[in-house]
């Protein structure tokens, strides 16, 4: 009895370990199932990170879920709280939330490691052509849709906002939303204005599809606010849209901007190095599928080499790093 109960031990060993290697070698994944939080609705977050799932859930044959969030902010929680194995936070929510720096001054937030950067995110600002306003700076008084929610929009909007000599908290009244909430209240007249993205140079379907149905004008930025952004905070830089890629805008002009912290893919740190290894490689092989889906990919999909950009000190999840090292990709 003693001998076959140690027989039947050493075969659920040796296929334990075979299923291990399996997954680390490409093979299913151990755990039983992923979720990716995102963020709303209609904005650049969820539309990658659906397209992230879909592949994902091809090769790991696991179910393989893009949960709808209120954005970096919720993410940043939800993967320390270990409610969720992956998400996608800007740059601009994973370098204060890691230093412990506003708006996550309660602490710092430690349980994530970086897998990859996803694509630049510059930032706009819209009306309706017939609301007369054509430039950031005139929006004090009027009606503005600000972000998803505060926690994660008021340190970006406040802060493009102030750079104009706005005061946040009084010169505007504020409004939450999704991105397709706010654009359709534009469109309809409620707000006078919104922030949205042009993420990786293109603008997001909401702010697209309200472009086809009415003119929309895209608010000029103060080159000295643009400056005095990119000065100040380490995840804001200058950037451009091109001018083609906004319905309307002046001809052969590009619409000068901010940057306001392109995405990353970040894991939860305690997760396994041959599973973090795994997610990185699908999605590194099936790249170009995945910027055909998804044109914010696109910028990554053609420079590869963006998919490592270094995010200060903070770490890459062991296992996406020695996929980017074994791939030569590291470094670079």
Do not use: C
Not at 80 to 92: C, F, H, Q, Y
Not at 234 to 250: D, E, K, M, Q, S
Not at 271 to 299: A, D, F, M, W
């Amino acid at each position: 009895m003693f001998v076959r109960w140690i027989r039947a031990m050493v075969v659920v060993l040796i296929a334990a370990a075979l299923s291990l290697s399996a997954a680390a070698a490409g093979g299913a994944s151990p755990l039983r199932a992923l979720e990716i939080a995102t963020g709303s609705v209609g904005g650049a977050f969820h539309l990658v990170g659906a397209a992230v799932a879909r592949e994902l859930e091809s090769a790991l044959r696991i179910p393989v879920t893009a949960a709808v969030t209120q954005g970096s902010a919720e993410n940043v929680r939800l993967l320390d709280r270990g409610s969720v194995e992956l998400a996608i936070i800007a740059s601009n929510a994973i370098w204060p939330a890691w230093k412990g720096e506003h708006p996550y001054q309660e602490r710092s937030y430690r349980n994530m490691r970086l897998v990859m950067y996803l694509y630049p995110n510059p930032t706009v600002f819209y009306a309706l052509r017939s609301s007369g306003i054509s430039k950031i700076r005139e929006l004090k008084g009027r009606r503005v849709g600000v972000g998803t929610a505060p926690a994660t929009w008021d340190h970006l909007t406040g802060a493009f906002l102030a750079a104009h000599g706005l005061d946040y908290s009084k010169d505007i009244r504020k409004v939450y939303g999704s991105f397709d909430a706010l654009a359709r209240q534009v469109g309809d007249g409620l707000l006078d204005a919104a922030i949205g993205t042009a993420s990786g140079g293109i603008l997001i379907p909401a702010i697209q599809e309200l472009a086809l149905q009415k003119p929309l004008n895209f608010l000029e930025w103060d080159e000295a606010a643009i400056k005095k952004l990119s000065t100040e905070y380490p995840y804001f830089f200058p950037a451009t849209v091109p001018g083609r890629n906004l319905p309307g805008y002046a001809a052969g002009r590009d619409y000068a901007t901010v940057d306001l912290g392109g995405p990353y893919l970040v894991a939860r740190a305690d997760l396994p190095v041959n599973v973090v290894y795994r997610i990185t490689e699908v999605i590194y092989k099936r790249l170009k599928e995945l910027s055909e889906q998804v044109s914010y990919l696109k910028g990554v999909a053609g420079d590869p080499r963006l998919l490592t950009s270094r995010l200060g000190d903070i770490p890459f999840h062991p296992g996406a790093e020695r996929f980017w090292r074994d791939v030569g990709l590291w470094g670079r």
